[in-house]
């Protein structure tokens, strides 16, 4: 894949990328809207990604050319606030605000690769990472993984999305065949063997896009965070949801308000079903693992209220097949994909038939993906 944009680049820019990066998307095989709690999550990066290439040129100009939509946006380092027409400019915009203490040299570069935009499989953060890598290896800033990452994320909330740390992470320290255990808390982290043997992870998109700025997914991040609040003054002292266990739940349902009473019940039990989940993998038990995917749907559906017809509809589906393990949403919600453990693959007919009777249903037809654990930039980086 990277030959097409290698040419894309020397035919526009009159000389071969002197640097490489290639940013992966992020599967999140459990542990939803968990990370901006304190909470667990149990991710991994997958094989699909953004590809980066790079050289510097002698201007004061930076110069960037996406390749999937043909679109290309010149900066003028003197006035790097003008606005620019394509939406992944703004994730560029707040890029260059936390290098703005830096002397940031003009540099040519192309972006692209094939992950779907808007699916939940955290295509902005890896458009972020991937743009802070690269131009950490222009500028020979040898800053460390930490670094990196915390300032990824800096970058995305300053575009408005008051997301975790989850994301970031996974896409930096990725590995093979193995997931993530990250304890959002202090950011202590293990990797996990993923013993699928004959089982096998898939992605069905939806085709419901969603931008998580014009959705619930930051006020169900202040509903956390009132509901905290609420609990401290009248429960107990408390941070974060994090500090609280499925004891707590019994006597906090009836003092507390209904919505926000669903929204800690759900966090709480999610991340329970992550450690579970931690176990069953460590066992390969995973039928264990599937149905710990089913209760997160029903809670990221019913109690977090996250979810969508589409969604919903596919993870119902799903347990009409007995070639599924598990089904959930995955990433913000509101659109995007379900997570889906198999045993085995996907058949063909079972594919055309999934996808012929969602076309019948919503008028779209859903987009089956393949994944599996892959590297991070990282270890990516190191093998270049």
Known sequence: MTTVFESLFISSFGRSPQHRVFAPGRVNIIGE?????????????????????ASPNSKSTISIIAANTTERVDIDLKQPDAEQKPGWFKFVQQILKIYSS????????????????????????????????????????????????????????????????MDQFTIFNGRKNQAILLDCQDNSFEYIDLKLADYSFYLINTQVKH??????????????????????????????????????????????DEVLYKRVSYVVEENERVLLAKQALNKAD?????????????????????????????????????????????????????????????????EAALIQQYYHTFGMKPDIIPVSPASGIIETCSKI
């Open 286 to 350: 995973l039928h264990t693992l599937g149905a710990l995917l089913y209760a997160s749907h029903e809670g990221l559906s019913k109690k977090y209220e996250v979810s969508c017809p589409e969604l919903d509809w596919l993870v119902a589906y799903s347990s009409t097949n007995p070639t599924f393990v598990g089904s959930r949403m995955m990433g913000g919600g509101f659109g995007g994909c379900t997570l889906n453990l198999l045993k085995g693959s996907l058949h063909a007919a079972d």
């Open 102 to 165: 830096v002397n940031i040299l003009g540099f040519d570069l192309v972006f692209g690769g094939n992950l779907p935009v808007g699916a939940g499989i955290s295509s902005s953060s890896a458009l972020t990472c991937g743009m802070i890598a690269i131009i950490d290896q222009l500028h020979d800033m040898n800053r460390s993984t930490t670094e990196l990452v915390q300032m990824a994320v800096t970058a995305e909330r300053g575009y408005g999305v008051q997301g975790g740390i």
């Open 33 to 53: 809207h968990t990370d901006y709690n304190d909470g667990f999550v149990l991710p991994f990066a997958t094989s699909q990604g953004i590809w980066f290439l």
């Open 211 to 256: 931008n998580l700025i014009d959705t619930d997914y930051n006020q169900r991040h202040n509903e956390c965070i009132e509901a905290t609040h609420w609990i401290h003054d009248h429960y107990k002292p408390i941070t974060t949801l994090r500090s609280l266990v499925s004891d707590d739940l019994s006597a906090l349902q009836p003092i507390m």
